[in-house]
């Protein structure tokens, strides 16, 4: 396949005429493919899955965690303890695209490895690493851990999804009309965006948002000073990233960003849509914040004969 000018292996449905390039950490799709720990992936996963039945233009980013989450083994005692494992993906496709992104004022080098849409039914998926030898140490290890407690790491990580999935983009020459972020962590992609456009308006016009912490000291911080050090705000003077993020604290709150640099942002119940609303309604110049409920692929996951007897009323079975 030819990454270099990328299409959809499948015709689009006429109906999803507008091209998605969707962001998340994490990716819940299949237990081979352990790039996942909790709820935000197994959304993400089902929306892929979804993406592909419903034939949307959509592909998403992600990175390839070296060493997933963790695992967990028993000691001799039958306590558990955490195990770091690296796993092994041969059914993902080489692309041959590689790329420099700077990172704490250093050329980090990236890969981008494919799933492709029949493996899994899901949509076309990307997978970013830095786990290269032309890389030193610390760069290699940026994609090891998912969620990683180390805050400099972190931010990294967040690079690598956000500047490098946008940077990913624009090397296939995909060319998306939304940039869509499930939760904030891939909000660099904006700072992407606004050096290649130049205002915001036109970053907004590209964003929107999926919300899903309803509690404010839940959405991710970090020292201003130390994303400036880390190269988070992709070359932009830090006076320039609070007058177009509006913030003006000492710590970075990467949600209230995404917040105010989309056109549109959803919470993922209509609940949580109206604590959402309530949460961030002290702050000025966010968007419109939307609920839409959030769901499983029905195909999937559902126990089908569980869903018989449900229909059929069969107590004795259920």
Same mark, same amino acid.
């Given at each position: ?80 303890? =955490?195990?770091? *494992?690296? @796993?092994?993906?041969? %059914?993902?496709?080489? &692309? ?7 990172? $704490? /004022? ?93 205002? =915001?308006?036109? *970053?907004? @016009?590209?964003?929107? %948002?999926?919300?899903? &912490? ?7 911080? $970090? /020292? ?95």
């Amino acid at each position: 396949m030819d990454f270099t000018n990328f299409e959809l292996p499948y015709k689009a449905d006429e109906r999803f005429q507008k091209k998605i390039a969707y962001f998340s950490m994490e990716y819940a799709i299949h237990q081979p493919l352990k790039i996942y720990s909790g709820g935000l992936g197994f959304l993400s996963g089902s929306h892929l899955r979804s993406a592909y039945e419903l034939r949307q233009h959509l592909v998403g980013i992600g990175i390839l965690w070296k060493q997933g989450y963790y695992d967990q083994e028993r000691n001799n005692d039958q306590s558990l303890r =955490v195990a770091w *494992v690296e @796993k092994s993906y041969n %059914f993902l496709e080489d &692309t041959g695209i590689r790329f420099q992104i700077i990172i $704490h /004022d250093n050329p980090v080098w990236i890969k981008a490895y494919y799933l492709d849409p029949e493996v899994f039914k899901t949509a076309p998926l990307f997978l970013l690493s830095t786990d290269l030898p032309e890389n030193d140490y610390l760069s290699r290890t940026t994609c090891h851990r998912l969620y990683d407690d180390n805050a400099a790491t972190k931010i990294a990580q967040f690079m690598l999804l956000g500047i490098g999935g946008a940077t990913l983009l624009d090397k296939l020459s995909f060319n998306p009309d939304l940039y869509h972020l499930n939760e904030a962590h891939a909000v660099s992609a904006a700072f992407y965006l606004y050096r290649k456009y130049g205002t =915001v308006e036109d *970053v907004r @016009k590209k964003m929107v %948002f999926t919300t899903h &912490t309803p509690e404010e000291a839940g959405n991710e911080k $970090h /020292d201003m000073k130390l994303c400036e050090e880390m190269s988070y705000f992709n070359g932009i003077p830090v006076e320039t990233i609070r007058e177009i993020t509006g913030n003006t604290d000492h710590k970075f709150n990467h949600s209230l960003a995404a917040l105010r640099l989309s056109h549109l942002a959803n919470g993922v119940s209509q609940l949580h849509g109206e604590v959402s609303r309530q949460m961030w309604s002290k702050y000025d110049n966010i968007c419109e914040i939307k609920a839409i409920t959030n769901a499983q692929n029905w195909r999937y996951w559902a126990d089908k004969p569980l869903y018989r007897a449900m229909l059929d009323r069969d107590d004795h079975w259920l």
